[in-house]
């Protein structure tokens, strides 16, 4: 059997040994028992060819589409992948702080308005404000793939869309383009008149106004703290009490000006005081009243 | 998937790596630094942003965090290297580089790197369900078990200095003053950590990055003070063309790697730090090759493991900053995904490990032509420059609170792991459930 052979440089400090020195006198390191760092060559070939599998498998992915019909209750809460026409798009305004957008699906084959080919998917929050904000985004007829959870039990069935990124447009349809403006309600008002009270009269009696969309006025600013969400008012000549309005996203007031303010009413447990929470779409939330000005 | 969108992405992932290799320069700079930062921009030019597929987005930060994770070690090993007053708590790293051998251990870092990385996109796709299934055995337990690496921390603590009093009382003094200082830095990082979790000075527009002050002033603020006032030099540097180790080095060192890694990626809390020092015991690992390996295996499972398990069908974990980044614009769905995003770790990782070598070198050349204390104080002040920057003047004094904190360990030669307190203790508290409870205690709630 050969021996191997001994360098007199040490391959890892480069300084010379005596010879036939299988271990370096200055560092320690073994001359003979080595792995060459060609390995790492070798790493980035089998890096490289499990990538190219992996881009292979991405690209020849076939989702599992479920058909509508099967959506039943005892796929409750199921995490599930549909595909379909957009048959309508209703625009519903609830409430102060509540959109919803519901997409009338029907799958292949059709089967009209009250076929079981056809399921509502829902989009609240930030998803139904995502789709509100991109008018133009969908049409009737659309094909689309929606990856949603189900809802379904008697007399109910829906798919619940977490964010716009599962929609996915696979063919444009013909169909009239889906305007959310001219859907039923006005965007920036609360559903229902609110009413007018001073911040005194809402925490002389806060259960009376718990929960409830309410215009406040006439108040006055009386701190804005900074980088913080929100600011402190009174009523307009008297320090106190004051209120926290909070979520407003505009222009914030200056200390002094008198404003009247439009929000809910709602009690923070965690730090326990009644603020007024303003919705950033609502643009009217604050106005800053000048002589005379009336909201 | 469209040819078109993955040639994008491996695109956007190159960049990614290309970023990295420039921003893990300055040692002591953070991955999720440079992401929070590049969030920052990408919120700032919204309208932009919002144009772009989210995928192209994420396959940026994912070639970010993958060139990142192989390479950011080799700035800190060539630049940062610790005075001789420390040499008896000396990383193996750093006696490689005292030996002209710094490009050796690099090498066999990236080695272990290359390891995880071919675990993490050969191997995981075959393991989802296996993954899955384990994170749902450690979900309830999770709070026992960072309350037992924290016991360890403390109880692997031990007295640096040999007895060098006149008295037995002093050398008992001695060995305690390093012991209890060692318990000081982990109860008072643990109480900044229940501060930083429920009562952030941070302005509230940027506090989802209140950690980030914290951690660069427990961290990377106190080593680059020390570097900047250490009188060690290094000597030149040797490129070996292969490395002093066998395949049992090899094969340990990745198994001790990928406890520690795996450990660490699916345990909230928990950092590859003590994680690959507890997998050592557990596997019997030995030696400073097999050490430096394992870190170069646990720090890539940690850092990119964690942030596939994001992606993964059957698991969708958020862990670790980079991920959480990520789901402010992007929520993974589709298997699709997955097979395209371990493409992606696939391709950054071959770029990241094909830059290796001539990285190294490079540090290693610049060692002999610029004085790494004038690096390490370039990178100090950009860092203090950052944390202004994306935190305001709040973030600077809390950054000067952990900072203080943070050179504790340097006067009193205790180890800096108990620092990470800072995430064990409130995220301990928090999975028990009693973290707002105790926060109330000192008055942060």
């Known amino acids: 059997m050969a021996t191997p052979e001994i360098p007199r440089c040490c391959p890892s400090c480069g300084k010379e040994n005596p010879p036939d020195s299988t271990v370096c006198h200055f560092c320690g390191a073994s001359t003979v028992e080595r792995i060459s760092l060609k390995i790492v060559s070798l790493g980035i070939v089998l890096l490289l060819a499990i990538a190219a599998a992996h881009f292979y498998l991405a690209m020849s992915y076939a989702p599992d589409y479920a058909a509508i019909p099967s959506l039943t209750p005892d796929r409750n809460f199921e995490r599930v992948r549909v595909k379909g026409r957009v048959a309508d798009v209703q625009i519903v305004r609830e409430a102060y702080d509540h959109h919803q957008v519901r997409i009338e699906l029907e799958g292949e084959g059709g089967g009209g308005r009250y076929s079981d080919n056809r399921i509502s998917v829902r989009l609240e929050g930030e998803p139904a404000n995502d789709f509100l904000s991109n008018p133009g985004f969908l049409n009737r007829g659309d094909l689309i793939d929606v990856a949603a959870s189900l809802y379904a039990g008697d007399n109910y069935r829906h798919l619940s869309l977490s964010s716009m990124q599962f929609i996915r ?29 001073t911040v005194a009269e809402l925490l002389a009696d806060p ?82 009243l000048t002589d005379g000005t009336s909201e | 998937m469209d040819i078109f969108i993955i040639l994008i992405c491996c695109l956007a992932a190159l960049a990614g790596v290309a970023i990295a290799s420039v921003f893990s320069l300055i040692p002591g700079l953070h991955i999720y630094n440079v992401i929070a930062f590049t969030m920052m921009i990408a919120f700032a030019a919204l309208d932009l942003f919002k144009t772009m597929d989210p995928l192209i987005t994420t396959c940026f930060i994912m070639g970010l965090v993958v060139g990142f994770s192989v390479l950011f070690t080799v700035s800190s090993q060539f630049f940062q290297p610790c005075d001789d007053s420390y040499r008896s708590m000396m990383l193996p790293h750093e006696r490689f580089l005292f030996e002209g051998r710094g490009y050796e251990a690099a090498m066999l870092s990236g080695i272990g790197s290359m390891f995880a990385l071919l675990m993490i996109s050969g191997l995981f796709p075959f393991v989802t369900g296996a993954i899955g299934t384990l994170r749902q055995l450690i979900r309830p337990h999770i709070y026992w078990i960072l309350g037992l690496v924290s016991l360890f921390i403390l109880m692997s603590e031990w007295p640096k200095d040999h007895g060098v009093g006149k008295t037995t009382g002093q050398r008992l003094a001695d060995a305690w003053v390093q012991l209890g200082m ?117 720090r890539v499972l940690y850092y990119i493991g964690a942030l596939v398990l994001f992606f993964m069908p059957d698991v969708y974990m958020r862990r670790g900053g980079a991920a959480i980044n990520i789901s402010l614009f992007f929520v993974p769905e589709t298997a699709e995904q997955y097979f395209l995003i371990s493409g992606i770790i696939a391709v950054a990782g071959a770029a990241s490990l094909l830059l290796l070598g001539r990285y190294c070198k490079f540090c290693a050349n610049v060692t002999q032509k610029i004085d790494f204390r004038w690096i390490s104080l370039g990178g100090m002040i950009l860092l203090i420059a950052m944390v202004w920057y994306v935190t305001s003047w709040r973030g600077v004094v809390l950054m000067g609170v952990a900072t203080a904190l943070g050179m504790v360990p340097n006067f009193w030669h205790t180890r800096r792991i108990p620092l990470l307190a800072v995430l064990l203790v409130p995220v301990c508290l928090n999975m028990a459930g009693v973290g707002a409870k105790v926060a109330s205690w000192f008055g942060f709630r």
Request: hydrophobic fraction near 45%; aromatic fraction near 10%; charged fraction near 15%.
């Open chain 1, 207 to 288: 259960e009376k106004f718990r929960d409830q969309v309410v215009i406040a006025r006439p108040l006055e600013v009386v701190e804005v703290p900074e980088a913080l969400p929100f600011f402190r008012v009174s009523d307009e000549g008297k320090p106190e009490p004051q209120l926290v309005v909070i979520g407003y996203k505009g222009e914030l007031p200056a200390v002094g000006d008198q404003i009247s303010v439009r929000g809910k009413f709602i009690y923070y447990e965690k730090k326990g005081y009644w603020e007024i929470q303003v919705r950033d779409w609502d643009k009217g939330a604050v106005i800053v």
């Open chain 2, 182 to 298: 060692g318990l000081f830095v982990f109860v008072v990082s643990g109480i900044l950590g229940l501060f930083v979790f429920c009562n952030t000075i941070i302005p509230v527009d940027n506090a989802f990055q209140s950690l980030m002050p914290v951690f660069i002033g427990l961290f990377a603020i106190p080593s680059q003070l020390m570097t900047v006032i250490a009188h060690a030099r290094i000597p030149k540097q040797y490129f070996a063309g292969s490395v002093d180790a066998a395949p049992q080095d090899l094969a340990r060192g990745a198994l001790t790697g990928t406890v520690g890694g795996m450990f660490s990626s699916l345990t909230p809390g928990l950092t590859p730090g003590p994680a690959l020092l507890m997998s050592a015991h557990a596997t019997a690992s030995s030696g400073e090759k097999q050490f430096i390996i394992g870190g170069g295996t646990a």
């Open chain 1, 169 to 197: 447009i696979l063919e444009k349809g013909s169909g009239a383009p889906i305007d959310p403006s001219a859907a039923s309600g006005s965007r920036y008002a609360p559903a229902a008149p609110a009413p007018k009270a």
